[in-house]
């Protein structure tokens, strides 16, 4: 059946790490994702011929060079009108120059978010906002309909990258309803040849839903609420022989927004991985992941004290991925594909979680709805609720051609419906530097992605 929305990230797409001295580049993690693809290793690439002084000078200039990075994305998630439906359309600016031993980054993202306008039936008006009160008025004429739910504004961040540090700061869209800080701080590294480990804290926006990000308004009533961030931590580890491995993870986060219940979220799973095909310019690799979330509260709905993010009270998953990159001529590609089973349980929530008196009112509203015909549902002031088993998929490409020596193009595209929504992205980008390179084009590959990536 149609699924409808979603958490801060999908379900962790496994993505096996380049070698064991560095940490896994997935599972879902890190919300802020390196601009440039990964230096490649040209040692290894090509080991069929000695290294020339013009390799080594490429291999410095790639790394050193300052590069802009311009690009436009749109996201589309399924879901009701004015609720959990979402067009998300972003336009990131990254300007990228070494500093010491890393490169700092500086990012401007202009975000535009469209909800569509909440419909103005009664059964659809009073899942919204101030809920069955303002519904059974807006039915009566007495007061408009809830309003068009859009919004805009622009992001910006300061960002730097070394070897085993990642760090930045910055905020949400400056011009939504509400703004928050967005930031991070991740270290990671080897334990030994084989074990590697990635730690991180961060504060990141929650996208799901309009709701979620940038908050809402009802302007039947005035009311203001969302705009959801999680706090917290993640700690991950593998171990990697070089032809297979197996990782773990655990997270913690805690969530809040304005005028919305607080909320927890404990996170753990992990997997295996084999390389079935390894060469200098190509892999193939499959394995099994598994994922287990609880939520403390229900707070997927869209009434006022709700945050429009999925949330269920456990969520149970095992995938089977299958990655292939390669690299050919001035082309570097990567397709990937997920397969598996998911299960969620959901508790029954209150229309508003956070006031009492609100919730007696709506209460006595949904009677007098039921009374009036307006609904069939006398007890329309809870949200009931379920537990449902199905599949969950998710395929993605992305690639990168050079150009020029300067200037090089990507694009990507994925669709899933990992956890309980169905979405559909797609983006372009280009990226000047501003020292020509000659030398291989980058491999693996690790497409360009913005300061609220929603996945």
Not at 48 to 64: G, H
Not at 289 to 303: A, H, M
Not at 309 to 335: E, I, N
């Amino acid at each position: 059946m149609p699924l409808q929305t979603a958490p801060q990230a999908a379900l962790p797409y496994y993505a096996p790490p380049v070698a064991a001295q560095t940490p896994p580049p997935g599972y879902g993690g890190y919300a802020v994702q390196p601009a440039q693809a990964r230096p490649w290793d040209p040692a290894a690439a090509q080991a069929d011929r000695p290294r020339t002084a013009m390799d080594e000078l490429n291999d410095i200039q790639q790394a050193r060079s300052p590069a802009l990075t311009v690009g436009g994305t749109v996201r589309t998630r399924q879901g009701e009108e004015g609720l959990g439906k979402l067009t998300d359309i972003q336009a990131p600016i990254e300007y990228r120059f070494p500093v010491g031993d890393g490169r700092m980054a500086l990012r401007a993202t202009p975000v535009s978010l469209d909800a569509g306008t909440p419909g103005s039936s009664y059964d659809a008006s009073s899942r919204f906002g101030a809920g069955p009160v303002a519904a059974l008025q807006q039915a009566a004429g007495s007061t408009g309909g809830a309003g068009s739910q859009s919004q805009s504004g622009v992001g910006l961040a300061v960002a730097y990258e070394s070897e085993r540090l990642q760090a930045d700061v910055g905020t949400t869209p400056l011009g939504f309803r509400h703004t928050d800080i967005n930031a991070g701080l991740k270290f990671k590294g080897p334990i030994n040849s084989e074990v590697s480990y990635s730690a991180d804290v961060s504060r990141r926006p929650v996208t799901d839903s309009l709701l979620s990000f940038a908050g809402a308004r009802d302007a039947r009533t005035g009311q203001t609420w969302g705009g959801v961030s999680a706090t917290g931590g993640r700690l991950e580890l593998t171990w990697d022989n070089g032809d297979y491995g197996v990782y773990g993870y655990g997270a913690f986060h805690a969530l809040t927004g304005e005028n919305v219940a607080s909320n927890t979220r404990l996170e753990g799973g992990g997997g295996l991985y084999w390389r079935l095909v390894r060469t200098p310019d190509s892999e193939l690799t499959a394995g099994v992941n598994f994922t287990g979330i609880g939520y403390d509260k229900n707070l997927r709905y869209f009434t006022y004290g709700h945050g429009g993010y999925f949330s269920p009270q456990q969520f149970f998953a095992a995938s089977v991925p299958v990655s292939w990159t390669q690299r050919s001529g001035r082309l570097s590609y990567l397709v990937k594909g997920s397969l598996g089973v998911q299960r969620f349980k959901e508790d029954s929530a209150p229309y508003f979680p956070t006031n009492g008196s609100l919730q007696s009112a709506a209460q006595q509203a949904a009677i007098d709805a039921a009374a009036f015909g307006l609904t069939s549902n006398a007890n329309g002031a809870f949200y009931p609720g379920q537990t449902k088993t199905g599949l969950g998929y998710s395929l993605a490409a992305a690639m990168e051609y050079q150009i020029a020596p300067q200037l090089t193009l990507g694009g990507q595209l994925a669709m899933d419906n990992a956890r309980d929504y169905r979405q559909l992205m797609g983006g372009v980008y280009l990226r000047y530097a501003f020292h020509p390179y000659s030398g291989p084009v980058a491999y693996p590959l690790t497409p360009y992605r913005s300061l609220y990536p929603g996945n």
